[in-house]
């Protein structure tokens, strides 16, 4: 089965149920919206998808990526890919170091070189190479990590409310940026957002998460009226 | 409103001149005498002290130096152990860090360093000696049934000529120092969250670590590490009990002529001296050079994309080395203990035949003299301390001062200049004025060095206090004294006293500073187990070191203990 895929998810922080049990596919190129106000356990459950989720917290559940069962593999090695609200760049390597960081090794130069500078003009930041990542602006820094987290090749990206940091203007820009690439690489998005204009540019299903942590799918024009407030 | 501006201003503008005189003061305090120092071991190394006879300048006392029997050995063992010491800590270090980030073990490491950094380096390098000495620890547990030997075997396996116990030894404390320098720069980097970008863009845990936090806390350990390498090069208490004894390293033989009966051995001492500096500041010198040329050559690997595997085997070795280095380290000082209870003890017996309170009854009237100087001192100087970096700090904070990379330098300049290089001359410069031997000159020498600790320790807490804290309280009416006294102190109590804790034992530890400006009439716990582990009775030593090593420890342990128990009843000000 293409696509990213959980099977009865569930995170816990101590005696506290958060988010699950949760059955979930998305299928590759769409984009499934998960909403819930912050703290409410949804950065846990794409912490422990991608497999970086802090040992105080407990998990169950299965997650699949294209079929292959990557429950158990460590972060580094499930081809998960991740965008948070901070961009996470490098302080220490240039724009294009941040880049080249991203690509897979066993390239030729010629060819690093060739991606990197493609990808930068995709960012509409062509000729940024050398640039120190402290001098772009927010919107370029969200743009450059959205393209390193892309060169590395994911086969699923999430997405942990990457617009929130970004000025009410340049948020709309940015989305659409975002989900036309996915939408190109055929990639299955999860993201998780307390912002319900997030949940509209990605018009794709968007669940709730209620409290006691289950889930339930929005019906457009219906809403859900038990959902936790956000 | 009126009021209270008046309340604000008032006492701000009656205080400031003194306040402001703070930092000046603290660095003349501190300075004048390395400087002073300094120059009063460069005029003997060039023949001119006119108290001892010396008034010509001239270059015999180099030529007296650079012809003494083996001293290119002696150059060889100091670079090389001081070299060693230092990469084989920092690689542990590191690669520990790398491997084991995240791990319950790495989180419990930080509770295991704060008595590991409170034991002086002797009593640690006397208890090593009694473990790995031919008639050690360690030679009785594998004999008779795995060695043969009856009797202990005639091998160097301390005083070495080639150094390796002095590195063991020096090892000892610098692993766990130089991890407490990294965990605290691993807090300033915020490394969590840019391990988990490494990790998801497909980063082993080691090689992530290594080509995304590294290059962030290296900067931020640099200086710890120069003092390191600055220290491992210049040590001389170590050195006289682990080191090789002859040739010995350079600072033990420069301390070996300023100690000789014959005064004319102070000018080929002080030219040791000065060459020591040198070689200590060329040797920063060349590290910094080699830092460059490391960073060149692996810039390519941080962004090749190589992944890198799970680690684990790395792991696995790193908390092995990690796990011998702590163990050693209280195994040392169980052994002390073990000595000075031992009744007859024969080789190869694991254990004494009986155990018996004799050397401690023998001894206890001996102890106390030693032992009172040593809280004495210590108190002084970290109460000395205290107050001048508070008052430091807290006018920095009033007049907006912003201290720069060269207050830091100047900070860690005691710790970056060998010991000897400034305290011979400073002690001539305490003789003329007729205050060598006293108390006020050695508490003066410790402060030193007690300041720096006391300094860094207290700096980041102190600048983190939240600013609305002294705001509210001065719209409250509380002048910038009250606010001082009742705020900002009261909050800063438990990093005031683990500042307190650290700098008594860096005091406690302080071996050449006594000697020198204490003109060796002034004896400490430090000085007194040293030169008796050059004797031959251990259970002697082993009872001077075991108090040398519980003593700051204790004064660590109630340092830690007071804040929880006087604010047990306030939350917001307990332990994390």
């Not at chain 1, 968007?206 to 859900?224: N, S």
Request: glycine share 10%; aromatic share 8%.
């Amino acid at each position: 089965m293409r696509g990213l895929s959980l099977r009865g998810a569930a995170v816990t922080l101590g005696e506290r149920a958060l988010v699950g049990p949760l059955d979930l596919t998305v299928a590759p190129g769409a984009v499934v919206t998960l909403m819930g106000p912050s703290g409410s356990g949804k950065s846990s459950l794409l912490a422990w998808i991608c497999g970086t989720l802090d040992p105080a917290f407990r998990a169950e559940g299965q997650v699949t990526v294209n079929g292959a069962d990557v429950t158990a593999l460590p972060a580094h090695r499930r081809r998960i890919g991740i965008l948070f609200q901070d961009d996470m760049l490098f302080p220490h390597l240039s724009v294009g170091g941040n880049l080249a960081f991203g690509l897979p090794p066993g390239l030729s130069r010629g060819e690093r070189r060739a991606r990197i500078a493609a990808a930068l003009a995709d960012a509409e930041l062509a000729g940024f190479e050398g640039r120190d990542p402290a001098t772009l602006s927010g919107g370029q820094r969200a743009r450059i990590a959205l393209m390193r987290t892309l060169l590395a090749g994911p086969q699923a990206l999430l997405l942990d409310e990457p617009f929130g940091r970004l000025d009410v203007a340049l948020r709309d820009r940015m989305r659409r940026f975002v989900f036309e690439r996915t939408r190109q690489l055929s990639l299955p998005v999860l993201m998780v957002t307390h912002d319900p204009d997030d949940a509209a540019a990605a018009s794709g299903p968007v669940l709730h998460l209620l409290a006691g942590g289950a889930v339930r799918r929005e019906i457009p024009d219906e809403g859900v009226p038990d959902a936790l407030p956000a | 409103m009126g009021t209270q501006g008046l309340a604000l201003s008032q006492p701000a503008r009656h205080a400031a001149p003194v306040l402001r005189a703070v930092p000046a003061v603290t660095l003349a305090l501190f300075l004048g005498p390395i400087a002073a120092g300094l120059g009063g071991t460069l005029a003997p190394a060039f023949g001119w002290l006119p108290a001892i006879g010396g008034e010509a300048i001239t270059l015999a006392p180099w030529h007296a130096l650079f012809s003494t029997p083996g001293f290119t050995a002696t150059l060889r063992v100091t670079i090389t152990t001081g070299f060693t010491a230092t990469l084989l800590s920092l690689g542990i270090v590191v690669l520990f860090c790398a491997s084991c980030h995240g791990t319950a073990l790495f989180r419990r490491t930080q509770a295991m360093l704060a008595p590991m950094l409170a034991t002086p380096h002797a009593a640690l390098a006397i208890g090593f000696a009694f473990l790995a000495a031919p008639s050690g620890m360690v030679a009785r547990l594998l004999s008779p049934w795995a060695t043969g030997w009856m009797r202990p075997p005639d091998i160097g396996t301390v005083n070495d000529a080639a150094g390796f116990a002095l590195i063991a030894g020096l090892m000892l404390k610098e692993v766990p120092y130089l991890l407490l320098v990294t965990f605290a720069a691993l807090n300033q980097v915020k490394a969590a969250p840019l391990m988990r970008a490494a990790r998801t863009l497909g980063y082993g845990p080691v090689t992530g670590w290594l080509k995304v936090v590294y290059p962030l806390v290296h900067p931020q350990i640099r200086l710890p590490v120069y003092a390191v390498l600055a220290f491992s090069l210049s040590v001389v208490d170590v050195a006289m009990i682990l080191g090789p004894g002859n040739p010995p390293t350079l600072a033990v033989l420069v301390v070996r002529w300023f100690s000789d009966r014959d005064l004319a051995m102070w000018f080929p001492a002080s030219a040791g001296a000065l060459l020591l500096a040198a070689i200590v500041l060329g040797s920063i010198l060349l590290w910094r050079l080699g830092e460059g040329a490391v960073a060149r050559t692996l810039r390519p690997w941080l962004t090749g994309g190589a992944r890198g595997g799970s680690g684990a085997a790395l792991a696995g070795a790193m908390t092995g080395a990690l796990s011998i280095t702590l163990a050693l380290s209280l195994a040392a000082v169980l052994v002390l203990a073990l000595w000075s209870f031992a009744g007859p003890w024969r080789f190869p017996d694991a254990l004494p035949r009986t155990f018996t309170l004799a050397t401690w009854a023998g001894q206890v009237q001996e102890l106390a003299h030693p032992a009172r100087t040593t809280l004495m001192v210590g108190a002084a100087a970290t109460v000395i301390a205290l107050a001048l970096a508070l008052l430091c700090l807290e006018a920095e904070q009033r007049f907006g001062l912003a201290p720069g990379r060269t207050a830091l330098w100047l900070l860690y300049l005691p710790l970056l200049l060998p010991q000897v290089a400034f305290l011979f001359g400073l002690q001539v410069l305490l003789v003329r004025a007729g205050i060598d031997g006293t108390h006020g000159a050695v508490i003066w020498a410790h402060l030193l060095f007690v300041l720096p600790y006391v300094f860094l320790t207290l700096a980041d807490p102190w600048r983190a206090i939240d600013p609305r804290l002294a705001r509210n309280a001065a719209s409250l009416g509380a002048g910038p004294w009250r606010v001082f006294l009742a705020v900002k102190l009261p909050v800063m109590l438990r990093p005031i006293l683990i500042a307190a804790g650290i700098g008594f034992a860096v005091s406690a530890g302080q071996y050449l500073p006594t000697l020198f400006a204490g003109a060796g009439r002034i004896t400490t716990l430090t000085t007194e187990a040293v030169t008796l582990a050059g004797g031959s009775d251990r259970r002697i030593v082993g009872a001077y070191a075991l108090v040398q090593a519980l003593l700051p420890l204790a004064v660590y342990a109630a340092a830690i203990a007071t804040p929880a128990i006087a604010w047990r009843n306030r939350r917001g000000l307990a332990v994390a």
